[in-house]
T-cell receptor
Framework: GQQVMQIPQYQHVQEGEDFTTYCNSSTTLSNIQWYKQRPGGHPVFLIQLVKSGEVKKQKRLTFQFGEAKKNSSLHITATQTTDVGTYFCAGSGGYQKVTFGTGTKLQVIP | NAGVTQTPKFQVLKTGQSMTLQCAQDMNHEYMSWYRQDPGMGLRLIHYSVGAGITDQGEVPNGYNVSRSTTEDFPLRLLSAAPSQTSVYFC???????????FGQGTRLTVV
């Protein structure tokens, strides 16, 4: 079955440093989504990427979908304490099953 | 606008007991799904539904049943609770299976 791995599992950064999490799928994805989950909360949708090589930006966040549509990355520039949480990618190879990545837990040290 | 509502928020069960986790959405979404979240394992798909009357198994379906008699509701039944089912359960809905998913607040279940 489809597997989606994320690295790193944990990341501690000093406030103001950059952060990147990587997502790798065992199969080609039709699209990929990114979610953020604050401690004690539920996942909240951030963005969806559909096209091969697509890059999207949301303020300090940059999302990229690989050319082969099997990997993706999320980069945060100049982290802030409000960025704390776990970031998940989620992808599907078709219409039905959406597989979530294992998540990257980000801690920001003030 | 309520979005996705899950009940209860917390539950403690004894081994062997059964219970139903409720999930309702008011966005007229066709696609609904249940996930369990365990430390270090992300969100694992239990069951999903692409519309009323249609359900299918996800990655970890054993020990769980679902039904979808209406578009709005997608209950998850634990048939005979086991300690391995201690987890946080999330229900989610989306317009299709490909787009933005909206999650409920989660149910924290402990089986003793």
């Amino acid at each position: 079955g489809q597997q989606v791995m994320q690295i790193p599992q944990y990341q501690h950064v000093q406030e103001g440093e950059d952060f990147t999490t990587y997502c790798n799928s065992s199969t080609t994805l039709s699209n990929i989504q990114w979610y953020k989950q604050r401690p004690g909360g539920h996942p909240v949708f951030l963005i969806q990427l559909v096209k091969s090589g697509e890059v999207k930006k949301q303020k300090r966040l940059t999302f990229q979908f690989g050319e082969a549509k099997k990997n993706s990355s999320l980069h945060i520039t100049a982290t802030q304490t409000t960025d704390v949480g776990t970031y998940f990618c989620a992808g599907s190879g078709g219409y039905q099953k959406v597989t979530f990545g294992t998540g990257t837990k980000l801690q920001v040290i003030p | 606008n309520a979005g996705v509502t899950q009940t209860p928020k917390f539950q403690v069960l004894k081994t062997g007991q059964s219970m139903t986790l409720q999930c309702a959405q008011d966005m007229n979404h066709e696609y609904m799904s249940w996930y369990r979240q365990d430390p270090g394992m992300g969100l694992r798909l239990i069951h999903y539904s692409v519309g009323a009357g249609i359900t299918d198994q996800g990655e970890v379906p054993n020990g769980y049943n679902v039904s979808r008699s209406t578009t709005e509701d997608f209950p998850l039944r634990l048939l005979s609770a086991a300690p391995s089912q201690t987890s946080v359960y999330f229900c989610a809905s989306s317009r299709t299976g490909q787009g933005e998913a909206f999650f409920g607040q989660g149910t924290r279940l402990t089986v003793v």
